[in-house]
């Protein structure tokens, strides 16, 4: 298995514009989660699905963060309008199930917003 | 509220020396307990769960330990391509899937 997959791996965008990062989850795998990585903060949960539903957005840190899982393949988190403290590595992880079944992470998106 | 607390934040071994990495925790009703690597510029690797007091698994020369309050990640011998950072988070019987991580500890190995 090729394990989740991200893009893109790095963006650099300017402040006000719209970021569009997206995951292909682990194939077979029904849960599906959004990170962010600080050095401040460490690893903060922003979004989860569960068989392509939301079930918990509560980390989504304001309203111009949106996430959608319109298959079981994909999934998208989306940035509109950017600031620069959205700067961060946004990881994209699945499971096979929600629980306590463990967690396999993409390789990150490297966001820099200017 | 879960939380983690690793220690030592950073921590520098000769090749061969072995040591050990803490993990603590406060959570109410503990259903699983992960360790993870982190290599610059990549996402977290699964590495163990530990469900239990008591239990303990090994990998090559990682071996990790649970007790009702700490996790150890026991480094025995290690070379330089062990040096990475390790990430510890806890399942808390709170929520049926959060994971709550800690900052991690950022072992290097020196040859």
């Known amino acids: 298995d090729a394990g989740v997959i991200q893009s893109p791996r790095h963006e650099v965008t300017e402040m006000g514009q719209e970021v569009t990062l997206r995951c292909k989850p682990i194939?077979?795998?029904?849960?599906l989660f959004w990170y962010r990585q600080t050095m401040m903060r460490g690893l903060e949960l922003l979004i989860y699905f569960n068989n392509n539903v939301p079930i918990d957005d509560s980390g989504m840190p304001e309203d111009r963060f949106s996430a959608k899982m319109p298959n079981a393949s994909f999934s998208t988190l989306k940035i509109q309008p950017s600031e620069p403290r959205d700067s961060a590595v946004y990881f994209c992880?699945?499971?096979?199930?929600?629980?306590?079944?463990?967690?396999?992470f993409g390789p990150g998106t490297r966001l820099t917003v200017t | 509220e879960d939380q983690v607390t690793q220690s030592p934040e950073a921590l520098r071994l000769q090749e061969g020396e072995s040591s050990s990495l803490n993990c603590s925790y406060t959570?109410?009703?503990?259903?699983?307990l992960f360790w993870y690597r982190q290599d610059p510029g990549k996402g977290p690797e699964f590495l163990f769960t530990?469900?239990?007091a008591g239990e303990e698994k090994e990998k090559e020369r990682l071996k990790a330990t649970l007790t009702k309050k700490e996790s150890f990640l026991h480094i025995t011998a290690p070379k330089p391509e062990d040096s990475a950072t390790y990430l510890c988070a806890v399942h808390g019987g709170g929520s049926n899937y959060k994971l709550t991580f800690g900052k991690g500890t950022l072992l290097t190995v020196n040859p």
């Open positions: 194939s077979g795998h029904n849960s």
């Open positions: 992880a699945s499971s096979l199930a929600r629980g306590i079944y463990e967690q396999y």
């Open positions: 959570v109410s009703g503990l259903r699983g």
């Open positions: 530990l469900y239990s």
